[in-house]
């Protein structure tokens, strides 16, 4: 008989667990309530909604492989190896820092070969995501890939570019915060500086995917937009990794667009 999937068991509002592994979810949205973190709780910085989003992603795709940028305190590499129970799960992170707690969970269950944090990489670095990929998933293509690192334009487009030629198609490609030159905050005017003033907002790169899927064949099925994040899903086509750039995928109509 199939063994039943792991689940989330939610405890409240923002606290749940995956198979005995607690889980607070944070959202660091100014004004949004901060929970109490009970010692041992992992700390995954999502809002509820998008926890439950990520559930109904994982169920579908079922990844085995997945590739994910940006540590931070360690909650979300543990939240999608445990909810997918992934056969690998790559992560990282700028920081040179080992994150503590995801050591202890990769070591009380043995998860050596199976979750691997790599610090102090930065997401701009092709070459060597390319080399990871390489490296950690031999010929295997990846299923999922979430981009939660540092949600800056060249930043993003040069990990996209880099990783998803390797995803297979019909795989996912997820890039978080895209929102965040339009995001509301409260009591701010309309027209204030808002997050990051004075770097160009990550918006173009979704731009320039709508623009790749209308304009490439079978590179991308599809995306899915919601107010944080682009799913961007892998198309049939093969993609040469070598010079791979979403920003020339488009005919000069829609170059002419985001110029
Ligand atoms: C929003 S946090 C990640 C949160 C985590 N994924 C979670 O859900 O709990 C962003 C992380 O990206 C890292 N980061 C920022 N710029 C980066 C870059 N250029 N390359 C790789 N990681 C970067 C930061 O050090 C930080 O730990």
Not at 130 to 137: I, L, N, P, S, T
Not at 149 to 178: C, K, M, Q
Request: aromatic content about 10%; glycine content about 8%.
């Amino acid at each position: 008989m199939e063994q039943a999937p792991p689940a989330i068991t939610w405890t409240g509002p923002a606290t749940f667990s995956v198979e005995g592994v607690n889980f607070v979810a944070v959202d660091m949205r100014p004004n949004r309530p901060k929970p109490s973190l009970a010692p041992g709780t992992l700390v995954f910085l999502k809002p509820a909604w998008m926890v439950r989003r990520y559930a109904r992603l994982l169920r579908g795709l079922k990844p085995g492989n997945i590739f994910e940028l940006g540590i931070w305190q360690g909650g979300s590499c543990v939240f999608f190896q445990r909810l997918a129970a992934a056969r690998k799960l790559v992560t990282i992170d700028i920081s040179e820092k080992r994150v503590a707690a995801v050591d202890a969970y990769i070591e009380r269950y043995d998860l050596k070969d199976c979750l691997k944090p790599f610090y102090g990489v930065d997401q701009s670095d092709a070459a060597r995501l390319r080399e990871m990929v390489a490296q950690e998933f031999a010929e295997e293509a990846l299923d999922l890939v979430v981009d939660d690192a540092s949600h800056f334009l060249d930043e993003t487009r040069a990990s996209f570019n880099a990783l998803f030629p390797f995803v297979r198609p019909g795989g996912a490609y997820v890039i978080e915060d895209w929102n965040w030159a339009h995001a509301r905050i409260d009591k701010l005017p309309d027209d204030a500086p808002g997050l990051y003033a004075g770097r160009e907002p990550l918006t173009k790169l979704v731009f320039e995917l709508v623009l790749a899927c209308g304009s490439s064949k079978g590179i991308i099925e599809k995306i899915d937009i919601d107010r944080n994040s682009a799913t961007v899903w892998r198309g049939k086509a093969p993609i040469d990794p070598g010079g791979f750039d979403v920003a020339r995928l488009c005919a000069a109509r829609g170059r002419a667009l985001i110029a």
